[in-house]
């Protein structure tokens, strides 16, 4: 792990999420999210802003709201409706894996993935 990269725009970032009701004891659902910063047709998403400036090994809680998933996470939100299915709000605990600088064939793809995710995806793409 390069504990020395930096999450910027247009680097490739690997996290674990850890997801559970609020206050929830017991085992809380995972999931792996892999992405690269900065590709959304908005800017930067409220969810990238946490991750920014930060390195592997750290790690950011926050809770999100059913209806703010859109707002907050953008095109993301589709990489977390697996792991949010059936939550009205949650605690979510994001540790950072891995980042990895990506090369121009990979954000062209990312950038050209996030603006066709369609209409049903919620974050506003479509029309």
């Given at each position: 792990?390069?504990?020395?990269?930096?999450?910027?725009?247009?680097?490739?970032?690997?996290?674990?999420?850890?997801?559970?009701?609020?206050?929830?004891?017991?085992?809380?659902?995972?999931?792996?999210?892999?992405?690269?910063?900065?590709?959304?047709?908005?800017?930067?998403?409220?969810?990238?802003?946490?991750?920014?400036?930060?390195?592997?090994?750290?790690?950011i809680?926050?809770?999100?709201?059913?209806?703010?998933?859109?707002?907050?996470?953008?095109?993301?939100?589709?990489?977390?409706a697996?792991?949010?299915?059936?939550?009205?709000?949650?605690?979510?605990?994001?540790?950072?894996?891995?980042?990895?600088?990506?090369?121009?064939?990979?954000?062209?793809?990312?950038?050209?993935?996030?603006?066709?995710?369609?209409?049903?995806?919620?974050?506003?793409?479509?029309?």
């Amino acid at each position: 792990m390069n504990t020395q990269a930096v999450v910027e725009p247009l680097t490739r970032i690997r996290a674990e999420l850890q997801v559970g009701p609020p206050g929830a004891a017991g085992e809380p659902r995972r999931a792996e999210l892999d992405f690269i910063v900065g590709v959304g047709s908005g800017g930067f998403l409220p969810l990238e802003g946490l991750l920014l400036g930060r390195r592997p090994g750290e790690r950011i809680s926050f809770r999100l709201r059913a209806g703010e998933i859109d707002r907050f996470c953008g095109h993301l939100g589709l990489l977390l409706a697996p792991v949010l299915e059936g939550l009205e709000e949650a605690d979510i605990a994001l540790e950072l894996r891995a980042v990895d600088p990506a090369a121009p064939r990979e954000i062209l793809r990312a950038m050209a993935e996030a603006a066709a995710c369609g209409p049903a995806c919620g974050c506003g793409c479509g029309p």
